[in-house]
């Protein structure tokens, strides 16, 4: 069983409706990440959080807003997003902070597979 | 602009085989290297990370070279078994870890 979980690990939504993608971990690990996977493609890196604070943005369109409340929670709020936006979303954890997460082994998430109508 | 290239892109064995896989990055000056599989339709499994002062790491049947150097690092599974099929990706750590293409792995009994 992983230690991050993802919830919902489906999700099926019209390009008009609000989503959010949930993860959650209980390792102490104070930063944390989105990805974006497509098919037969390796990750690619959305976000990351350094204790509480995002650190990283990688040039990700505003219908994506990640949240992250507490040091366990990591939320991806979806909006108008367009079907070239389904993937699966990995969420992934890890020691350290600011550029010493670097020195840190990622765990990851199942994913949540997200299609878009 | 780094970039990560995984050979082979699938290999096919039968079970008890020993096996290398290859990565490949095109800037040397990484922090560390990380090796992952992954399952259809899942996350990724963390399974070697190699700091950039280190040559090698093992973990039971699995060990991971790095050679900074040249660029380069290689997985070599020893004794292959049908549960190793899956998807292996080595990601370097750039700070942020950028992927390798992945080599998708069958072994069959």
């Known amino acids: 069983d992983t230690e991050v979980t993802q919830t919902p690990k489906h999700l099926v939504m019209g390009m008009t409706n609000k989503k959010s993608l949930k993860c959650e971990q209980h390792m102490g690990h104070r930063a944390m990440y989105w990805y974006k996977q497509k098919a037969k493609k390796p990750p690619e890196l959305m976000f990351v959080y350094s204790y509480e604070k995002l650190s990283i943005n990688e040039s990700v369109p505003s219908r994506f807003s990640p949240e992250c409340p507490n040091s366990s929670l990591l939320n991806l709020h979806l909006h108008a997003l367009q079907p070239e936006d389904s993937a699966l979303y990995l969420c992934a954890s890890s020691q350290g902070r600011g550029r010493d997460y670097s020195n840190q082994p990622q765990h990851f998430g199942d994913g949540t597979r997200l299609s878009i109508l | 602009k780094q970039e990560v290239t995984q050979i082979p892109a699938a290999l096919s064995v039968p079970e008890g085989e020993n096996l290398v896989l290859n990565c490949s990055f095109t800037d040397s000056a990484i922090y560390n290297l990380q090796w992952f599989r992954q399952d259809p339709g899942k996350g990724l499994t963390s399974l070697l990370l190699i700091q950039s002062s280190q040559r090698e790491q093992t973990s039971g049947r699995l060990n991971a070279s790095l050679d900074k150097s040249s660029g380069r690092s290689t997985l070599y599974i020893a004794a292959s078994q049908p549960g190793d099929s899956a998807t292996y990706l080595c990601?370097?750590?750039?700070?942020?870890?950028?992927f390798g293409t992945g080599t998708r792995l069958q072994v069959f009994p």
């Open positions: 990601a370097v750590i750039y700070p942020k870890l950028i």
